[in-house]
């Protein structure tokens, strides 16, 4: 169990922080609340996306912290269905923080104040980024490993990525794939929505340095300095 938990202190905290700033920000720039959706608030729809990213994130960390330190689902379901079931959760979560950011930016459209020529041009550098990001996870990364295939398979063992947009950086899915979620927010003038988004890719490192590189220095054991 202390495994399992490792850092996850940390996790908590880092939450408990980025909700109270959050709010502190909502707090005091009414216009991010503006606006209703099927007659639902913008403020309701804001925290369900909020909510989205921190349920994904817990569900990632319990479910490869369980199968790393006690190989729990490969030992009753075997590696295949036990790591496709997995991806099955991982790809509702993942794909509902875009869709929940989506209905918010709709549901808070026009509240922010910026130029539309700044705004298009910012989601004409992301999207290109963005496309090439996801390619090379596809042609070198691999799908699989970035859904975390080698806490479910012990015998996987890959070096480092170097190739398409991993040249640049280790970290290709948390610098730039996240960039994604800026997308309806820019595209619909929403100051919530870009909120939101911010709050995601923030606490994507929370995953990564509380969860994800204390268990590759255990899977790559001798491989991983930083």
């Not at 794909?95 to 509240?111: E, G, K, P, Y």
């Not at 596809?138 to 190739?163: C, L, S, V």
Request: glycine letters at 4%.
């Amino acid at each position: 169990m202390k495994e399992i938990f490792r850092y996850q202190i940390w996790h908590l905290v880092s939450i408990i922080f980025l909700i109270t700033i959050t709010q502190l920000f909502v707090t005091n720039n009414y216009d991010v609340m503006n606006g209703t959706l099927w007659c639902i608030s913008t403020k309701t729809w804001f925290w369900i996306a909020i909510a989205i990213p921190i349920i994904h994130q817990v569900y990632v960390w319990l479910v490869w912290r369980i199968e790393l330190h006690k190989n729990t689902f490969t030992s009753r379901y075997g590696l295949a269905k036990s790591f496709k079931m997995y991806t099955i959760g991982f790809s509702i979560l993942f794909i509902s923080r875009l869709i929940f950011i989506t209905i918010l930016a709709v549901s808070n459209q026009d509240s922010l104040s910026i130029n539309p020529f700044i705004a298009y041009l910012l989601v004409t550098i992301i999207s290109p980024i963005v496309i090439y990001l996801f390619y090379s996870v596809k042609k070198y990364f691999t799908i699989e490993r970035a859904y975390g295939i080698d806490h479910f398979d012990k015998n996987y063992n890959e070096p480092y990525e170097k190739r398409g947009i991993f040249k640049f950086t280790d970290n290709g899915m948390y610098v730039f794939g996240l960039m994604i979620l800026y997308l309806p927010g820019l595209l619909l003038f929403s100051k919530a929505a870009l909120t939101v988004a911010l709050f995601n890719h923030i606490y994507i490192w929370v995953h990564y340095y509380c969860t994800e590189l204390p268990d590759m220095k255990v899977i790559y054991r001798g491989t991983i300095n930083n």
